[in-house]
């Protein structure tokens, strides 16, 4: 008869094969699945940026897409998402001569050309190297606005035409990738984000705080008051701690007082009401009390809360030891414009004008068209 | 040892790792999907005003079309053991679907809003409607929203302002596609 040990010490020892597989296993999935923090608005140099592109939109876009490519460096990759390869071609003529290189995604569904909002770029784990696309739950108005029911996906489009360089995810959370201002040690969430979620998807801010902390392994401020638009049209983070925040008293200075110029640049003229200066001075209290040196930017909201002249709405890159920000201008607006590149100048910049005249009437500039996806 | 031992110890150990691996195996293939694991969604939307906790709700099969004007189903419980009184605003605001190249929808437009005073006993739950008296705009996106009148609990950012209840008068989706 064969005694009972071999069987049990046979047990043992397959228990223990299997849990060591299992751990490896289990190590390795915790890596692929792991992210660093999110990307810095103004750190590094710009080496894979997104842009979206429809034909009906050409003659919002195409304007700011010229003006912004042509001073991209070789050593850029500009992925864009287009429906189809028509499409991609179309902006690959538009756009000329240029000395990035254009990559198409196609995605073969309705989308806008709106970039920033889709996603958080978040920078791969320690030793990895795989850039993880946090994309919110789901479009505001999506069900009413097919575009948008597109644009859901594109975050998981570009993880599958990537492959192994970028991970796509989906939060749980609802926001507009816009309504967040990171740089290499805070990130700044609007009060509309807190709106679209309290009692939706988290009981209170604490829990909204913690999984942004979590997520983003950034210090989190959640601003108690801010206008109701994204970040990117009223502040930017520009380093060593210091943040531009708009000031229309200040864009007053320089917008035409004539109603009937003042009317053609903007819906109903500029919106110098009190009450829309106490919301960007609000962010300008909140910056300083989060550790911030504030420096005012001229800009002009529309009373419609919705189109502004900002000056803010940049993207900035490192280029060797150079500072260099693309601003937007706008044709007309002359005198602001002058004032907006004084006050980046005075911080060390290189200016370089992008023309967003072509954009701004539909609620959006440069940043608000270009996601960063790596540094 | 007996080679007839070893032999059991290395089919046994097998099986005995085969079994385990098969049954954990599909939770690590399904595992490198990319969800996120956060918190479910809250299906009813509460506003806390002290003890008093709000629910709200439309009418059981209610849609809506430009110009009508909704009622809504409040539901107040005091959770407290003191009677307690709680001062509330209901605002219905309304966003038209902006331009399909706009980068986001228009601002907020207040339709109509209302002060609300409830006073309950301890424990008591009280069942009300509130009309709103104020035709809706079409092809638009509606949200009730409910926010603290009372000065102690305005300045308290996670009762500031609930959306209870969202609902759209959009007619012309299909066009749109």
């Known amino acids: 008869m064969t005694p009972r040990w071999p069987r049990l010490a046979g047990i043992a020892l397959g228990l223990g094969v299997a849990g060591i597989v299992l751990l490896i296993l289990g190590n390795a999935r915790i890596r692929a699945m792991s992210s660093g923090p999110i990307l810095s608005e103004h750190d590094g140099h710009i080496r894979e940026l997104v842009i979206q592109y429809i034909p009906e939109a050409r003659d919002i876009v195409l304007p700011v897409y010229r003006d912004f490519l042509k001073w991209q460096d070789p050593d850029v990759t500009v992925d864009v998402v287009a429906p189809d390869r028509a499409a991609f071609d179309e902006l690959a003529a538009a756009v000329g001569s240029i000395r990035c290189t254009l990559r198409p995604i196609l995605v073969h569904h309705s989308m806008t050309s709106w970039s920033r909002d889709r996603w958080l770029a978040l920078n791969p784990p320690p030793g990895g190297d795989s850039i993880t696309l946090w994309s919110p739950r789901g479009e505001a108005a999506s069900d009413l606005w097919p575009e948008r029911a597109g644009d859901e996906q594109i975050g998981t489009d570009l993880s599958k035409e990537l492959g192994h360089a970028v991970r796509a995810k989906r939060s749980s959370l609802f926001f507009d990738g816009g309504d967040f201002l990171a740089d290499n040690d805070t990130v700044f969430v609007m009060p509309r984000v807190l709106n679209r979620n309290i009692q939706q998807t988290v009981k209170n801010s604490t829990e909204l705080i913690a999984i942004f902390s979590r997520e983003l392994q950034r210090r989190v401020v959640l601003l108690n008051e801010a206008p109701d638009h994204h970040a990117g049209m009223f502040m930017a983070s520009v380093g060593d701690h210091v943040m531009l925040v708009g000031d229309p008293e200040l864009g007053r200075k320089y917008f035409p007082p004539s109603p009937v110029e003042a009317k053609s640049l903007l819906p109903g003229g500029g919106d110098f009401s009190v009450e829309t200066q106490h919301q960007f001075d609000a962010v300008a209290a909140q910056s300083e009390a989060a550790g911030y040196r504030v420096v005012r930017m001229p800009v002009v909201p529309a009373p419609d809360g919705r189109t502004f002249l900002t000056y803010v709405n940049s993207i900035i890159d490192e280029q060797d030891a150079k500072r260099v920000v693309y601003v937007p201008f706008y044709h007309g607006a002359d005198s602001l414009n002058a004032a907006a590149r004084k006050v980046w100048e005075d911080l060390g910049y290189t200016v370089r004008p992008v023309d967003c005249t072509s954009s701004y009437r539909y609620f959006g500039a440069l940043h608000c068209l270009v996601n960063i996806l790596r540094r | ?177």
């Open chain 2, 1 to 177: 040892m007996k080679a007839e031992h070893i032999k059991t110890i290395c089919t046994t150990a097998a099986a005995t790792a085969a079994i385990v691996l098969a049954g954990f195996w599909p939770a690590f293939l399904n595992g490198a999907d990319d969800g996120n694991a956060v918190t479910p969604s809250i299906k009813t939307p509460k506003f806390v005003s002290g003890t008093v906790e709000f629910t709200v709700a439309l009418p059981e099969g209610s849609s809506f079309k430009a110009g009508d004007e909704p009622a809504f189903d409040f539901v107040a419980v005091n959770t407290g053991d003191q009677p307690a009184t709680a001062a509330v605003e209901a605002v219905m605001m309304s966003t038209t679907i902006p331009s399909r190249m706009s980068r986001s929808g228009a601002s907020q437009a207040i339709v109509w809003h209302e002060p609300l005073t409830v006073s309950l006993g301890p424990h008591e739950a009280k069942t009300f409607a509130k009309e709103t008296h104020a035709g809706l705009p079409g092809n638009s996106k509606v949200n009730f929203y409910l926010h603290s009148a009372s000065e102690a609990f305005r300045s308290v950012r996670d009762v500031g302002v609930v959306s209870m209840v969202e609902f759209s008068t959009a007619t012309d989706v299909q066009t749109r596609r």
